[in-house]
């Protein structure tokens, strides 16, 4: 009987914990995990910007229903098709390359198309010489 009487009394501390841990997350915890998974499932309109730190440049600017996942050294970016495939995009960081990224609200953009505008400043010119 007093081994019932204890397991009861650690069900129910364990069970009260739960509700406090589930209770303690605010509103902007769930908002924010709300809108991860809205945006993993290409419901989020957003823009990516990689910047070029030591001079300041944009490199480039990617838009649209993206999902995005992240290491240290690459950003990847994963974009939904209007045929239903998918297409990844690799972006290399280092300690003067970051990006940002915005959730856009209020434009339209359609589910199946992104754009990417790279600033042709920053590619390097070279000439393609024919030897005969």
């Given at each position: 009987?007093?081994?019932?009487?204890?397991?009861?009394?650690?069900?129910?501390?364990?069970?009260?914990?739960?509700?406090v841990?589930?209770?303690?997350?605010?509103?902007?915890?769930?908002?924010?995990?709300?809108?991860?998974?809205?945006?993993?499932?290409?419901?989020?309109?957003?823009?990516?910007?990689?910047?070029?730190?030591?001079?300041g440049?944009?490199?480039?600017?990617?838009?649209?229903?993206?999902?995005i996942?992240?290491?240290?050294?690459?950003?990847?970016?994963l974009?939904e098709?209007?045929?239903?495939?998918?297409?990844?995009?690799?972006?290399g960081?280092?300690?003067?390359?970051?990006y940002?990224v915005?959730?856009?609200?209020?434009?339209?953009?359609?589910?199946?198309?992104?754009?990417?505008?790279?600033?042709?400043?920053?590619?390097i010119?070279?000439?393609?010489?024919?030897?005969?």
């Open positions: 009987m007093k081994k019932l009487f204890i397991f009861c009394i650690i069900a129910i501390i364990v069970l009260a914990s739960c509700f841990v589930t209770g303690c997350m605010d509103q902007a915890s769930i908002v924010s995990q709300n809108i991860s998974k809205q945006a993993d499932n290409f419901n989020v309109i957003r823009r990516v910007t990689v910047i070029n730190c030591i001079q440049d944009t490199i480039f600017v990617m838009e649209g229903k993206l999902s996942e992240t290491t240290s050294e690459k950003l990847y970016i974009v098709n209007a045929d239903g495939s998918y297409a990844k995009h690799i972006i960081l280092s300690d003067n390359v970051t940002t915005e959730n856009i609200n209020g434009n339209y953009v359609d589910r199946y198309n992104f754009t990417i505008n790279y600033n042709p400043k920053m590619w010119p070279w000439t393609i010489e024919n030897v005969d």
